[in-house]
């Protein structure tokens, strides 16, 4: 069981948008700064988004983040058949011992 | 290139140990803070480990505290995880990430090393 809950997939069609929540808690959202991750099949993950809502140099406008409150939310415009693939939220945890959080991960279908 | 490269994975059997090696190249690696994560077949991400740029501060998940150990040798560019007391559920892709700069992110991951726990 994560700390961090998102859906284990959405899915939608290629030029759709689709959203990816992580939901989580003051110990870890609600205090710290969220970043998302791709990992394509097969693959390293990748970064995506940091500090809740930019992105590293190289990433289309595409992807972007949010925040609020112990929530966090990754959207993705104008979906491709190359987006297919796992997304991972992440945070500092300061509950009980400095941890580091993911989320259980979200697959993305591009239909 | 900015680059991790993970090596140091294999088989071994249970209560058995590895060491794990990142060698890191294109970046001044004495001035990043690094950690291990780890992914079990067909499983999400979780992290293992954390060491400053100094190595003066470690964090470790409570799955691998008292068995693992993190360290670095900045003269060398390399990152290491001493993992004693292996089981089964150690079975995983263990990837070196490297913390971004003043932002709580892992920006570049290496391409993974696979550890297997089994007799």
């Known amino acids: 069981q994560s700390v961090l809950t998102q859906p284990p997939s959405v899915s939608a069609a290629p030029g759709q948008k689709v959203t990816i929540s992580c939901s989580g808690s003051?110990?870890?959202?609600?205090?710290?700064?969220v970043s998302w991750y791709q990992q394509l099949p097969g693959t390293a993950p990748k970064l995506l988004i940091y500090d809740n809502n930019k992105r590293p140099s190289g990433i289309p406008d595409r992807f972007s983040g949010s925040k609020s409150g112990t929530s966090a939310t990754l959207g993705i415009t104008g979906l491709q058949t190359g987006d297919e693939a796992d997304y991972y939220c992440?945070?500092?945890?300061?509950?009980?011992?400095?941890?580091?959080?993911f989320g259980g991960g979200t697959k993305l279908t591009v239909l | 290139e900015v680059q991790l490269v993970e090596s140091g994975g294999g088989l071994v059997q249970p209560g058995g140990s590895l060491r794990l090696s990142c060698a890191a190249s294109g970046f001044t690696f004495s001035s990043y803070e690094m950690n291990w994560v780890r992914q079990a077949p067909g499983k999400g991400l979780e992290w293992v480990s954390y060491?400053?740029?100094?190595?003066?501060?470690?964090y470790y998940a409570d799955s691998v505290k008292g068995r693992f150990t993190i360290s670095r040798d900045n003269a060398k560019n390399s990152l290491y995880l001493q993992m004693n007391s292996l089981r089964a559920e150690d079975t995983a892709v263990y990837y070196c990430?490297?913390?971004?700069?003043?932002?709580?992110?892992?920006?570049?991951w290496g391409q993974g090393t696979m550890v297997t726990v089994s007799s």
């Open positions: 003051s110990s870890n959202i609600g205090n710290n700064y």
């Open positions: 060491i400053s740029s100094s190595g003066s501060t470690i």
């Open positions: 992440g945070t500092w945890d300061s509950s009980l011992s400095a941890n580091w959080v």
């Open positions: 990430a490297r913390d971004a700069v003043r932002s709580e992110a892992f920006d570049i």
